[in-house]
């Protein structure tokens, strides 16, 4: 543009760009997507659930559960009392309880050569019989599924109760009249029965009368009545799962792509594709520290964090269904669809924000933004997207190939458990976990804040140490998430920003 004087004016700056605006139709698509996502794939345990436990009784075969380990310094263990209902009592158009479901007890001696006794009898004599006994009674605690064969279903997570006490050495069981069911011998001993109206108490012996008792025991259950219906039932849960996965997974792939292409592609991973020429890898990881910050607020930042936590739970779940998806595309194209890749480094992003605010680094005091776009935040993330990807890699890299990462990763990032030893009868020894050890990363933070407390300072080296931390589990999770085919490098490049050197050193700034 000429002046009247013949000089030239400089032209006007451009306008900044214009910030993400994210359609609410969908973010609703994705949150349904999610949900239908999640629905279907409980109707699908569930269903997977009922047609094993079908398939388990067939031919008179009985649901059994893996055999507890059970012992006891007195003369008995006892069963928790179990009532059954006079038929009728739960529905006119029942059958009588024994053609509802019968059980199956198994108990092994753990000394060898000692015979033992197992018998179910009503609990009010089974009480008189063991009164002023020493005895254990058994609990139910939990169940958790252990194998994958239908005949072993789960584990019952059984304790000992604290031994009744008494004085009394009881009478030879075998010769009692109560019991409804009863075997004695040596190594396994088995009992069968259907169920009868009452209340009923399991009783496990010595058959000399001696203690301590060490048994191996083992229970199962079938229903002739449900057998063949769980089946059915099952079958129709499974196909209802495989209905609501579906529908979910094309609408969160609906959402993720609408999402993504709101995202102003002059802040997407793409458009400064130049600047990870300066970096070791092409994720670029960077969080500068704000100064001062305040002594206290990370006491409660768990707390202010808590809606950012319930948004990146909905998106995570996402992530992991758009990239599933996307690696069936990059098994057939060799391509990233670019809308899911900008969802996905979106949700890096945010989950990075929302970590250095809170306890990955703890580095502002600045709530972070509710966007997957970049924004102007001291913490930002970005993947240079890549034009073409490995077809062959897609089928590894994820699981194998980052194997090595992976151990490193968790271990500074997740912890481990510790352990102790303890004695076994077969093997003389065992390890028990006791618990999650601390992670590099947490500890790393702790001290942070201790610090942070009492001297209103953050040590530029402790921050730069912590940023490194996550600078390495971000490009693992890059690698991961399929983004990149470039494989992580094994450093811990510390510092705010990361730059390379001419010669290929990093080179760490100060914050």
């Given at each position: 543009m000429s002046r009247f004087d013949g000089s030239s004016t400089p032209p006007p700056p451009s306008p900044p760009p214009r910030p993400a605006r994210m359609k609410p139709g969908h973010w609703i698509l994705l949150v349904l997507g999610v949900l239908l996502a999640i629905l279907g794939g409980i109707l699908l345990a569930l269903g997977v659930t009922a047609v094993t436990l079908d398939a388990a009784q067939r031919d008179g075969a009985y649901i059994t559960f893996e055999t507890s380990d059970l012992q006891t310094s007195g003369y008995a263990l006892r069963g928790s009392s179990l009532t059954v209902d006079e038929p009728g009592a739960l529905g006119p158009d029942l059958p009588p309880p024994g053609e509802i479901a019968s059980l199956k007890v198994r108990a092994t001696s753990s000394v060898p050569g000692q015979e033992i006794f197992v018998g179910i009898g009503p609990t009010s004599e089974v009480s008189d019989y063991l009164q002023d006994v020493p005895h254990a009674v058994l609990h139910e605690v939990s169940w958790r599924k252990r194998g994958s064969s239908p005949e072993v279903f789960s584990r019952p997570e059984?304790?000992?109760?604290?031994?009744?006490?008494?004085?009394?050495?009881?009478?030879d069981p075998v010769v009692q009249p109560f019991w409804v069911q009863s075997t004695a011998g040596s190594e396994s001993q088995e009992i069968l029965w259907d169920l009868e109206p009452g209340q009923w108490s399991l009783v496990i012996m010595n058959a000399d009368t001696s203690r301590p008792v060490w048994v191996d025991l083992e229970a199962g259950i079938r229903s002739d009545l449900a057998a063949g219906?769980?089946?059915?039932?099952?079958?129709?849960?499974?196909?209802?799962?495989?209905t609501s996965f579906t529908v979910g997974l094309v609408l969160v792939l609906f959402g993720v792509t609408g999402l993504g292409r709101s995202i102003n592609p002059g802040l997407g991973s793409d458009a400064a594709t130049a600047q990870f020429e300066t970096t070791v890898y092409p994720a670029r990881l960077t969080g500068h520290?704000?100064?001062?910050?305040?002594?206290?607020?990370?006491?409660?930042?768990?707390?202010?964090?808590?809606?950012?936590?319930?948004?990146?739970?909905?998106l995570g779940f996402a992530v992991l269904l758009t990239t599933i998806s996307a690696g069936f595309v990059i098994l057939f194209t060799g391509r990233y669809p670019r809308s899911w890749f900008v969802f996905s480094v979106g949700v890096l992003r945010w989950t990075w924000r929302v970590g250095f605010y809170t306890y990955a680094a703890l580095g502002t005091d600045r709530?972070?933004?509710?966007t997957l776009a970049v924004s102007p935040y001291p913490a930002n993330f970005e993947v240079a997207y890549p034009p073409r990807l490995s077809r062959g890699l897609v089928l590894v890299k994820w699981w194998l190939l980052a194997i090595p990462?992976?151990?490193?990763?968790?271990?500074?990032?997740?912890?481990g458990m510790g352990a102790t030893w303890a004695m076994s009868r077969d093997t003389n020894t065992r390890v028990e976990t006791t618990g999650e050890a601390p992670s590099l990363l947490s500890v790393l933070v702790l001290i942070?804040?201790?610090?942070?407390?009492?001297?209103?300072?953050?040590?530029?080296?402790?921050?730069?140490l912590i940023m490194g931390v996550n600078r390495w589990a971000y490009r693992v999770s890059t690698y991961v998430l399929l983004l990149r085919d470039e494989y992580p490098p094994f450093r811990l490049d510390q510092g705010p920003v990361e730059t390379v050197s001419p010669d290929g050193e990093n080179i760490s700034s100060s914050p």
């Open positions: 059984v304790s000992v109760e604290n031994l009744v006490d008494g004085t009394s050495v009881p009478d219906a769980i089946g059915s039932v099952g079958a129709g849960i499974i196909l209802a799962g495989v520290l704000d100064q001062p910050l305040s002594r206290w607020l990370w006491l409660v930042k768990w707390i202010l964090a808590i809606p950012h936590y319930i948004i990146l739970a909905l709530y972070p933004p509710f990462h992976l151990v490193i990763v968790g271990i500074l990032t997740t912890g942070a804040a201790v610090i942070l407390l009492f001297t209103a300072r953050y040590r530029a080296e402790l921050f730069a």
